[in-house]
């Protein structure tokens, strides 16, 4: 029985851990390429309300993906515009964005639907089926093996397969590509790659489409794969705690994959215990709650050491 509980936390902290992979992917494009950008969680906010709100009406669940996705890349242009056209703070402009897919999603729902923000459940091909892994079924009384392979592995939706396969395709294209070496570049030194010939504002556009695109997914995935509709801020702060997964692992795609999957490892085990004995003291459920954000604070502090960020990241680009 124990093991089935731990095989049971590992499966949720598996799915919780997809939005915030999808998203620490978003924002390492984003950062390599110079643009800070702390409007992640508006990003996924936008991307789940058009997906969970264009999936309801429409009955289709890829309506809802090619929406939000859309909803996000229009965010994120607006915050390229912001930073790269104009110039502007970029932390001013992700922390605008917030705020405007706070207060967006809740007055269009409201118009909408009038549930107070949410939108109606989605069920049937208005939501992300899980896939069964082949030989699942046949596999699962085997001990140990089977219920890893027919539990944990199998039974997720596409975009949690696509998520993990994002990590090695993320990694080719900035290690191993004359895009991915450019994009790097220009977050370290515009100047070197605008002598080359090579527009700094062009790359540096296509680094927050592709943070835009990203950020659409782990929207989607949100409010029509893990949760069943949308409602009201349910993002919860994961747009925060992807940038911090992305500062933990050190804008490196392997490492992020490790990072996230412990953050929604400690965010299963605060949702699966919520009421836990210590020493005789029973905890909180509320300190159960904010155990992930808790830990997060805490990791940040005293386990990342040295991270450096790009040398350009923050930094408008000026042509000389």
Not at 11 to 38: H, K, M, N, Q, T
Not at 94 to 101: D, R, S, T
Not at 160 to 186: D, E, Q
Not at 230 to 252: C, E, N, P, Q, T
């Amino acid at each position: 029985m124990e093991f089935l509980v731990l095989i049971q936390v590992l499966d949720s902290a598996l799915r919780l851990a997809v939005p915030l992979l999808f998203c620490s992917l978003a924002g390492l494009f984003s950062e390599r390429a110079g643009i800070f950008d702390i409007g992640l969680e508006g990003k996924i906010l936008i991307a789940a309300f058009f997906s969970a709100a264009t999936a309801s009406v429409s009955g289709s669940v890829w309506v809802g993906l090619f929406f939000g996705i859309s909803a996000s890349m229009l965010f994120s242009l607006l915050h390229g515009l912001a930073s790269i056209t104009f110039r502007g703070n970029q932390l001013i402009s992700g922390v605008a964005i917030n705020f405007l897919a706070a207060g967006l999603t809740v007055l269009i729902g409201q118009s909408w639907f009038k549930l107070g923000g949410r939108t109606p459940s989605l069920s049937g091909n208005a939501r992300f089926s899980e896939i069964t892994l082949p030989f699942a079924d046949n596999v699962s009384n085997v001990p140990i093996i089977g219920p890893i392979y027919s539990e944990l592995l199998s039974g997720h939706t596409a975009l949690a397969y696509l998520a993990i396969l994002m990590v090695p395709i993320s990694w080719y294209i900035l290690f191993r590509t004359r895009f991915g070496l450019r994009l790097r570049a220009v977050g370290e030194n515009p100047a070197a790659v605008d002598t080359a010939g090579i527009s700094v504002i062009q790359l540096r556009y296509l680094a927050v489409i592709i943070c835009g695109l990203l950020c659409g997914l782990a929207g989607a995935y949100l409010a029509t794969g893990l949760a069943a509709g949308f409602v009201k801020d349910m993002s919860a702060g994961r747009g925060f705690i992807a940038l911090a997964a992305l500062i933990f692992a050190k804008w490196r795609p392997w490492h992020i994959l490790s990072a996230t999957l412990l953050f929604g490892l400690l965010e299963a085990i605060s949702n699966r215990f919520q009421n836990i004995e210590i020493l005789g003291i029973i905890l909180p459920t509320q300190l159960m709650q904010a155990l992930p954000y808790i830990l997060t604070v805490i990791i940040l502090a005293g386990f990342v050491g040295k991270a450096t960020p790009p040398l350009a990241g923050g930094v408008p680009y000026i042509k000389e």
